[in-house]
């Protein structure tokens, strides 16, 4: 991030000093002012001023409108008195008469509170540059904000806290890590919390119906991916604009600390990486498979899956490898991850055939998002000994996708297992001449002559195959939909009253996709 002690300056930006003018005085300042332009320092206008065409950058000029209001100068400046008239160049100005020596003491207070602000970061640079760690930071922090501070990972999981948490009610402990509950993560996504934190630039505050508070969220970034976010509930104290100022600090200072922080290495990877190698070459049998599954610390149930995921491009990766697989053993509490070159692979072990509830899937799309990533998920299966070939799946699926990147980053082998089949028999001509004829013609018709026969068989099947509701879903009455069948059969001698036909137009359309 490039933040040294040479970065904080003794300043207040305009906007910050036109809002606390506004609110002492009760009045508007009028012009146009670019809310993050910086002052460093005061000084009134006066007549060696008025033959200046540009005045000294970053000096806000207070004038008295009477003298000078209609002199053509550049640079910042506020008049007062100015009644219902303009100044004659583009400047900030007030109507009403004040006291410009009250007015002058006013504007110094802001920039002198603000260079408080200054000092603060000052003092949380040398707390970084000592070498202290996060936790010192976020101390030392707490002792301006006198809020609580939670630095959380991309996968909701607490990296760090001050003070630290005892919160039952939002908080729970998921493989060894305090992680953020899911009815709270997914409240995150229902409000775009979570899509405000990926694209801000900024801390921005938010309000939650069931607290009285507000809560500052800022996402915390390296290079161009989020690897976590800063949040700040407001439940001591209101927070002011200078909090935000220092918020956005906290931010840039964590995400340096991160990326020199060895705290996130998992001393059992080693182990799962040879485990997952030994499972996927076949040297078990299924007791000792689950027996040695239990040892390292799954609890094997009824049915288990496969994730696997990569980034984006490998220049996507800014941490040590077991940074993520930290995070994704807080999002799959049973299971376990290894390393297989620049990819994941997960292990989880479930009761349920559902692979993973709305939440879950919620978490791992999230910290896929925000990390440049893509996953895919295998079909589930119920012998352990068999994960070679769900692997398999995960693994050629993931190959297919990085190639054809969609919008998406979760992909599942059940959407996907026709085109990932026929891909791998490599015969491209041969894949492409098993498309029913009948669709081949429907296709070429559609494009020629700007018919929607195919959007309308492929509605038909989206629908079971139900005519009422193919037609419920393209917004027509059934005798249209019926008219369109016979125009299909005519056509192109489609059969809607065959199951093997019916397969096959479906297997076509699929490849069509």
Not at 436 to 449: A, L, N, R, T, V
Not at 494 to 500: M, P, Y
């Amino acid at each position: 991030m490039g933040i040294n002690s040479k970065g904080f300056r003794k300043m207040a930006y305009i906007h910050d000093i036109v809002d606390v003018i506004e609110k002492k005085y009760g009045l508007i300042v009028h012009g146009d002012a670019q809310k993050r332009q910086s002052i460093d320092g005061m000084r009134f206008f006066n007549e060696n001023d008025a033959n200046i065409e540009h005045l000294s950058p970053n000096v806000l000029y207070l004038a008295d409108f009477s003298k000078y209001g209609q002199l053509e100068v550049y640079g910042d400046i506020l008049y007062v008195g100015a009644g219902k008239e303009q100044p004659g160049s583009d400047a900030l100005y007030i109507e009403e008469n004040l006291d410009m020596i009250d007015l002058y003491n006013t504007i110094e207070d802001v920039i002198i509170s603000n260079h408080q602000i200054y000092l603060k970061k000052q003092t949380l640079f040398n707390v970084l540059h000592s070498g202290h760690g996060l936790d010192s930071l976020l101390k030392t922090a707490y002792n301006y904000l006198n809020n609580t501070i939670v630095i959380c990972d991309s996968s909701y999981g607490i990296i760090s806290s001050y003070p630290e948490l005892a919160d039952t009610e939002n908080l729970e402990i998921r493989n060894n890590r305090l992680s953020v509950k899911p009815k709270n993560s997914e409240d995150m996504e229902v409000k775009k919390i979570t899509e405000r934190i990926y694209h801000s630039v900024y801390p921005f505050a938010v309000k939650f119906d069931d607290y009285p508070y507000y809560w500052i969220f800022e996402s915390i970034r390296i290079k161009h991916a989020v690897v976590g976010y800063v949040c700040v509930r407001c439940n001591e104290r209101e927070h002011t604009e200078s909090d935000l100022d220092l918020i956005h600090t906290i931010a840039q200072m964590t995400s340096i600390q991160l990326q020199k922080d060895d705290s996130y290495r998992n001393p059992q990877g080693i182990k799962y990486d040879m485990y997952l190698s030994d499972l996927f070459a076949r040297h078990y049998t299924e007791p000792l498979a689950r027996e040695q599954l239990q040892r390292l610390g799954v609890r094997p149930r009824e049915y288990f899956f496969i994730l696997a995921c990569c980034f984006s491009t490998e220049s996507e990766r800014l941490m040590n490898y077991h940074y993520y697989i930290q995070q994704l053993s807080t999002i799959f509490t049973n299971s376990i991850t290894g390393i297989f070159g620049s990819r994941f692979i997960t292990l989880v072990s479930t009761s349920d055939m559902e692979r993973m509830n709305a939440g879950t899937e919620q978490r791992i799309i999230t910290f896929l998002t925000m990390n440049h990533m893509i996953g895919t998920v295998s079909y589930p299966y119920d012998k352990l000994i068999d994960s070679s070939a769900y692997h398999n799946q995960c693994q050629g699926l993931l190959s297919q996708i990085s190639s054809e990147p969609g919008k998406s980053p979760l992909y599942y082998y059940n959407d996907y297992y026709l085109k990932n089949i026929l891909k791998s028999l490599n015969k491209q001509a041969l894949v492409e001449a098993s498309i029913h004829p009948s669709i081949k013609f429907m296709k070429k018709h559609d494009d020629e002559h700007g018919t929607n026969y195919i959007s309308t068989l492929q509605a038909y099947f989206d629908n079971n195959r139900s005519a009422p509701a193919t037609a419920n879903a393209l917004f027509i009455h059934k005798s249209t939909l019926f008219y369109r069948f016979d125009k299909m059969k005519q056509l192109f001698n489609i059969t809607l009253d065959d199951k093997d036909a019916l397969f096959a137009y479906e297997y076509s359309l699929r490849l069509l996709e």
